[in-house]
Each structure stands twice: as structure tokens, then as C-alpha cells.
């Protein structure tokens, strides 16, 4: 039961984020959604899930590529909601190209986003959590945190770091209540990975049918993919009390991706 607990969750406008907040919300937490998107749409889902759950939900539209806007993002969940107990870092994007024809924006957008914001938003949440002498992070890396794919320089070098990153903070507050680990999803069926099916397939010269089949899921033996209730499964002991130990960790729900 996390009723009293406060959650910040940033890229949770879209996939695996939208589903671990609501995750949180549906055992009882206040939650900040963070992300890009039609206003209107998110106002929408603002509203279901804390109709449906009966719980504060808030949005805060703080870009991941801005430090001062992810500082705020951690200011106002303190400052409209009392606390903060969970932080899950969620935002990403991804981009699959050769490296000689890797667009330089895109290297740095990806790092900026799927490892520099977690360093941020980090920053500014130990203190707070620190204080109050629990507190929960939970970075979403990937199997590309354990693992590399031909074609995502950027992906695989901000999963790794974000892998690193996390295993750093979890030494810093291991005595203080806090714990920082990942989760490491396989291949999801988000709206991150429909748009990279067709990438792929160029990249690759094959057909979108062959990338789902012999590129995605022959990564998985279990050959399906990864769902959202498995991952909030995660969330929900990582952030619980039994949860307390596991620091500096990840747990990896790749269908055995990452046993080969
Ligand atoms: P998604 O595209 O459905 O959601 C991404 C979220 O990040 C959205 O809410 C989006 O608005 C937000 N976002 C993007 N840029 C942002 C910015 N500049 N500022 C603030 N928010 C921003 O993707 P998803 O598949 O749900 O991915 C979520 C996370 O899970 C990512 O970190 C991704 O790397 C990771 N992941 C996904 C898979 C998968 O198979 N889908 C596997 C492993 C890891």
C-alpha cells in the first residue's frame, strides 16, 4: 500500500512511464507525470487515472534536456505534494543509425535525455529523500544497459552509463533509507519501439516483418514481448519495504535476452 507516498515519474505521458504511474497511483500514490505530448491528451489522462485511483495526480512539463526545468520538476512535486518517496526515471528516446551516419544532434539528445536527466533529477531528489530517510529511485535502463545492438551507439552508451550512474548513487545513500537500482526491460511494445521498426528495417535492408521477428524477439527466447504489467510487477517490490536490500542492482525482465 503506498497511500501517503509521493511518486515523480518523468516520460510518463507515453508507454512503459504512462503505465508505471499508474501502477503507483493504483496502490494508493500521489504522482507527478512529466512529458511531451498534446496538452489536451494529457490533460485527459491526468484526470482518468486520479478519477479511477482516487489519488492527487498532478503534470509537470519539465523537458529532460533542461536542467533548470528538471530542478523545478523536482521543486514543485516537494512543493505541491509535501514529499517525495519515488522517483522513476522513465524518459527516452532512441535513434538507430550507422555510426558514420549517426546524426550528432541525436547523439547528444539521447545522452541528454536517457542518462544526463536521471543525473538531475537525482541531484536534486537525494536530498529531499535523504531527509526523510526513505526514499525509492528507480531508473528504467534496458537490456541495452547489459547488452549492445548494432546501430545504437547513443542507446547502448546512455543505457550503460545510466547503469553505472545508478550503481555510483546507490553507494552514496546506502545508509540513508534510499535505494537506487533499474529495471532492464527487453523489448516492450511501446510507441518507442513501433517507431523503431521501420528504422531498423531501413538500416538493416530487410523487411518491418523480419526486424519484429529475427531482429526483436530472436533477441528474446522467450519470443514475446516484454508487457507493461511484468514491469510495474518490478516497480512495486522495488519500491516496497521487502525491497529494501536490493541497492545498486537491476532487475532485467528480457524474456532471457541477456543470459546468452
Ligand atoms: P515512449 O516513447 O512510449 O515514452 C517515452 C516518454 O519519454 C514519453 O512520455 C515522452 O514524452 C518522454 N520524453 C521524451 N523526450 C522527452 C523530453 N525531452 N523531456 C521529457 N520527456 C520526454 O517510450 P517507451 O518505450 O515507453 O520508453 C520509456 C523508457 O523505457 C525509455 O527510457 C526507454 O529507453 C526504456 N525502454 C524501453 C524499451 C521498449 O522496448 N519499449 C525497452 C527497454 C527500455
Redesign the pocket.
Known sequence: DLSGHVAVI?????????HMAEGLAANGADIVL????DADVIETERQRIAETHGVKVLYHG????KPDEIADLIGFTARELGRLDILVN?????HVAPIEDFPTDKWDAIIG??LTSAFHTMKHAVPIMRKQGRGRIVN?????ALRASPFKAAYVSAKHGLMGLTKTVALETAEDGVTVNCIN????K????ENQIADTAKARGISEDEVVRDVMLSAQPTKKFVTYSELVGALLYLVSDDGANVNGNAITIDGGWTAK
Open positions: 518523468t516520460g510518463s505521458t507515453s508507454g512503459i512511464g504512462l512529466n512529458g511531451l505530448g519539465a523537458n529532460m534536456l522513465c524518459a527516452g528516446i532512441q535525455i536517457n528504467i535502463a534496458s537490456a541495452h526491460p527487453g523489448y516492450v511501446t510507441p518507442l519501439v
